[in-house]
């Protein structure tokens, strides 16, 4: 095979020639945009590496932010849980006073209407004793009781206290009877007046048919006696005393 040296030589100077233009005119152009390229990607890349750790960060910040709203979360379920059994404690509390404070003023009411019925049986009882007593003492009115009565009021105005006569004796005197006194009772009256006071005192005598039977002085708003009335009076007074003091065996 023969070898056509002058091809080769040309094929080989075109190829240097190309060699020498791609040089000049290509390889530093490719060369730079390779390196552009080059430069362009590791940018990107080191940009992408950037963000790659600001998302790791970012998604630090949310997990940790999660966490937090999970902590805070439990923490409002935990408050909110106290303070809900605060409220059902206090609402309890509140609504068993309110049972005690009912129960109480049940209790109170029920005591003041027995307290006020035991007083009204109390007070029926008593009206009827005194009428029962008032009807006993008209039925022993006759002249022994009359002539008791007036002995009694004898022995009265001879042992009561002095300054107490001698106030009687100051004013008016009006000495009430159920009958008619005799004319020596009278005088045994004006005279233990007079001895009493130490110088005569008129005394004017009335009958009062309604007393049934007793005798009585009246003068300067004071009263010596003894007369059923004046029995009643203080039997009265005496039984209003006692239930006054309300004895616990009965209200209790």
């Given at each position: 095979?023969?070898?056509?040296?002058?091809?080769l030589?040309?094929?080989?100077?075109?190829?240097?020639?190309?060699?020498?233009?791609?040089?000049?005119f290509?390889?530093?152009?490719?060369?730079?945009?390779?390196?552009?390229?080059?430069?362009?990607?590791?940018?990107?890349?080191?940009?992408a590496?950037?963000?790659?750790?600001g998302?790791?960060?970012?998604?630090?910040?949310v997990?940790s932010?999660?966490a937090?709203?999970?902590?805070?979360?439990?923490?409002?379920?935990?408050?909110?849980?106290?303070?809900?059994?605060?409220?059902?404690?206090?609402?309890?509390?509140?609504?068993?006073?309110?049972?005690?404070?009912?129960?109480?003023?049940?209790?109170?009411?029920?005591?003041?209407?027995?307290?006020?019925?035991?007083?009204?049986?109390?007070?029926?009882?008593?009206?009827?004793?005194?009428?029962?007593?008032?009807?006993?003492?008209?039925?022993?009115?006759?002249?022994?009781?009359?002539?008791?009565?007036?002995?009694?009021?004898?022995?009265?105005?001879?042992?009561?206290?002095?300054?107490?006569?001698?106030?009687?004796?100051?004013?008016?005197?009006?000495?009430?009877?159920?009958?008619?006194?005799?004319?020596?009772?009278?005088?045994?009256?004006?005279?233990?007046?007079?001895a009493?006071?130490?110088?005569?005192?008129?005394?004017?005598?009335?009958?009062?048919?309604?007393?049934?039977?007793?005798?009585?002085?009246?003068s300067?708003?004071?009263?010596?006696?003894?007369?059923?009335?004046?029995y009643?009076?203080?039997?009265?007074?005496?039984?209003?005393?006692?239930l006054?003091a309300?004895?616990?065996?009965?209200?209790?």
């Amino acid at each position: 095979m023969l070898i056509d040296w002058f091809t080769l030589v040309a094929q080989m100077v075109n190829f240097l020639v190309l060699v020498w233009l791609l040089k000049r005119f290509l390889w530093g152009k490719l060369i730079k945009a390779i390196d552009d390229r080059e430069n362009g990607i590791e940018t990107r890349l080191a940009e992408a590496a950037e963000k790659n750790r600001g998302a790791e960060k970012r998604i630090e910040e949310v997990n940790s932010r999660a966490a937090d709203l999970v902590r805070e979360r439990n923490e409002v379920l935990a408050r909110t849980q106290r303070e809900a059994e605060e409220v059902r404690l206090e609402l309890t509390q509140r609504a068993r006073d309110e049972v005690r404070g009912q129960e109480a003023k049940w209790r109170e009411d029920l005591e003041r209407e027995k307290a006020a019925f035991l007083d009204e049986v109390r007070r029926r009882m008593a009206a009827e004793i005194l009428a029962v007593v008032r009807r006993a003492l008209a039925d022993l009115a006759c002249a022994d009781v009359q002539h008791c009565a007036v002995e009694m009021f004898l022995e009265k105005l001879q042992t009561a206290d002095l300054s107490t006569v001698r106030d009687l004796a100051a004013g008016h005197i009006a000495v009430l009877s159920a009958a008619e006194l005799l004319p020596e009772t009278r005088a045994r009256i004006e005279s233990v007046l007079g001895a009493r006071v130490g110088k005569p005192v008129p005394v004017e005598f009335d009958c009062r048919p309604a007393m049934s039977w007793g005798i009585e002085l009246r003068s300067n708003g004071q009263r010596i006696g003894w007369t059923p009335e004046t029995y009643l009076e203080s039997l009265d007074d005496n039984l209003q005393k006692a239930l006054q003091a309300r004895p616990k065996a009965l209200v209790g």
